[in-house]
């Protein structure tokens, strides 16, 4: 059985947001093609209080019940089948959907019987990155849908170096037409 798993793709992180991916909004549409072919689609959303220690390393974004917390207005909402918040306290975690604390990502998949996992959305070296290899390490079989991520792009060779990283440590990647 197959998931898929859409990471933060909210307001902050595409283009005009509050910490953005360059080109955050072009995963929308890669996303809303693929999104009926799985057996459950699991979406996050970062969402954090007004004060917390994750803004010491983060321009403020993602603050919970704002507009650039909210999902893109394009992404087909209506498809998913479990909403989760991950980043919900006066903690710097919450990169990888498998810290929601809204849900137990990880029970939840077992109980519907998801062995594969297929991981999309913002940003590849954050969250993206952090939730592929979570996915791994819990024994899913784990895909990176590479036309449906993107990246912060704060140095370069950052994106690189993250796919680099998750393919080294056995996570295949796939594009969206393959799915
Ligand atoms: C993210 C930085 C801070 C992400 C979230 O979704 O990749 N990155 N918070
Ligand atoms: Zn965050």
């Known amino acids: 059985m197959k998931a898929l798993i859409i990471v933060d793709v909210q307001n902050d992180f595409c283009p005009e947001g509050a910490l953005p991916a ?3 909004d072009k995963v929308v549409p890669v996303i809303n093609k693929i999104i009926n072919k799985f ?7 970062d969402w954090h209080p007004e004060g917390t220690v994750h803004f010491d390393k983060w321009p ?5 019940n704002t507009k650039g917390a909210e ?3 394009d ?3 209506e498809d998913i089948d479990v909403h989760l918040f991950k980043g919900t306290g006066n903690v710097d975690d919450g990169y990888s959907a498998f ?3 809204s849900d137990n990502l990880e029970k939840l998949l077992r109980k519907k019987g998801i062995d594969e996992v297929y991981v999309a959305g913002l940003t590849t070296e954050y969250c993206v990155r952090s939730t592929a290899i979570d996915s791994l390490k819990k024994g899913f079989k ?6 449906a991520v993107e990246g912060v792009r704060q140095n370069p060779g950052d ?3 993250a796919i680099g990283e998750m393919a080294g440590l056995g996570i295949k990647m796939i594009s969206s037409s393959q799915v």
């Open 75 to 77: 992404l087909h909402t």
């Open 22 to 24: 360059p080109e955050g």
């Open 71 to 73: 999902y893109h207005p």
């Open 60 to 64: 403020p974004h993602c603050v919970e």
């Open 142 to 147: 784990t895909w990176l849908v590479t036309d």
């Open 39 to 45: 057996d459950l689609v699991v979406a996050s959303r």
């Open 159 to 161: 994106v690189d170096k």
């Open 99 to 101: 810290e929601a604390t």
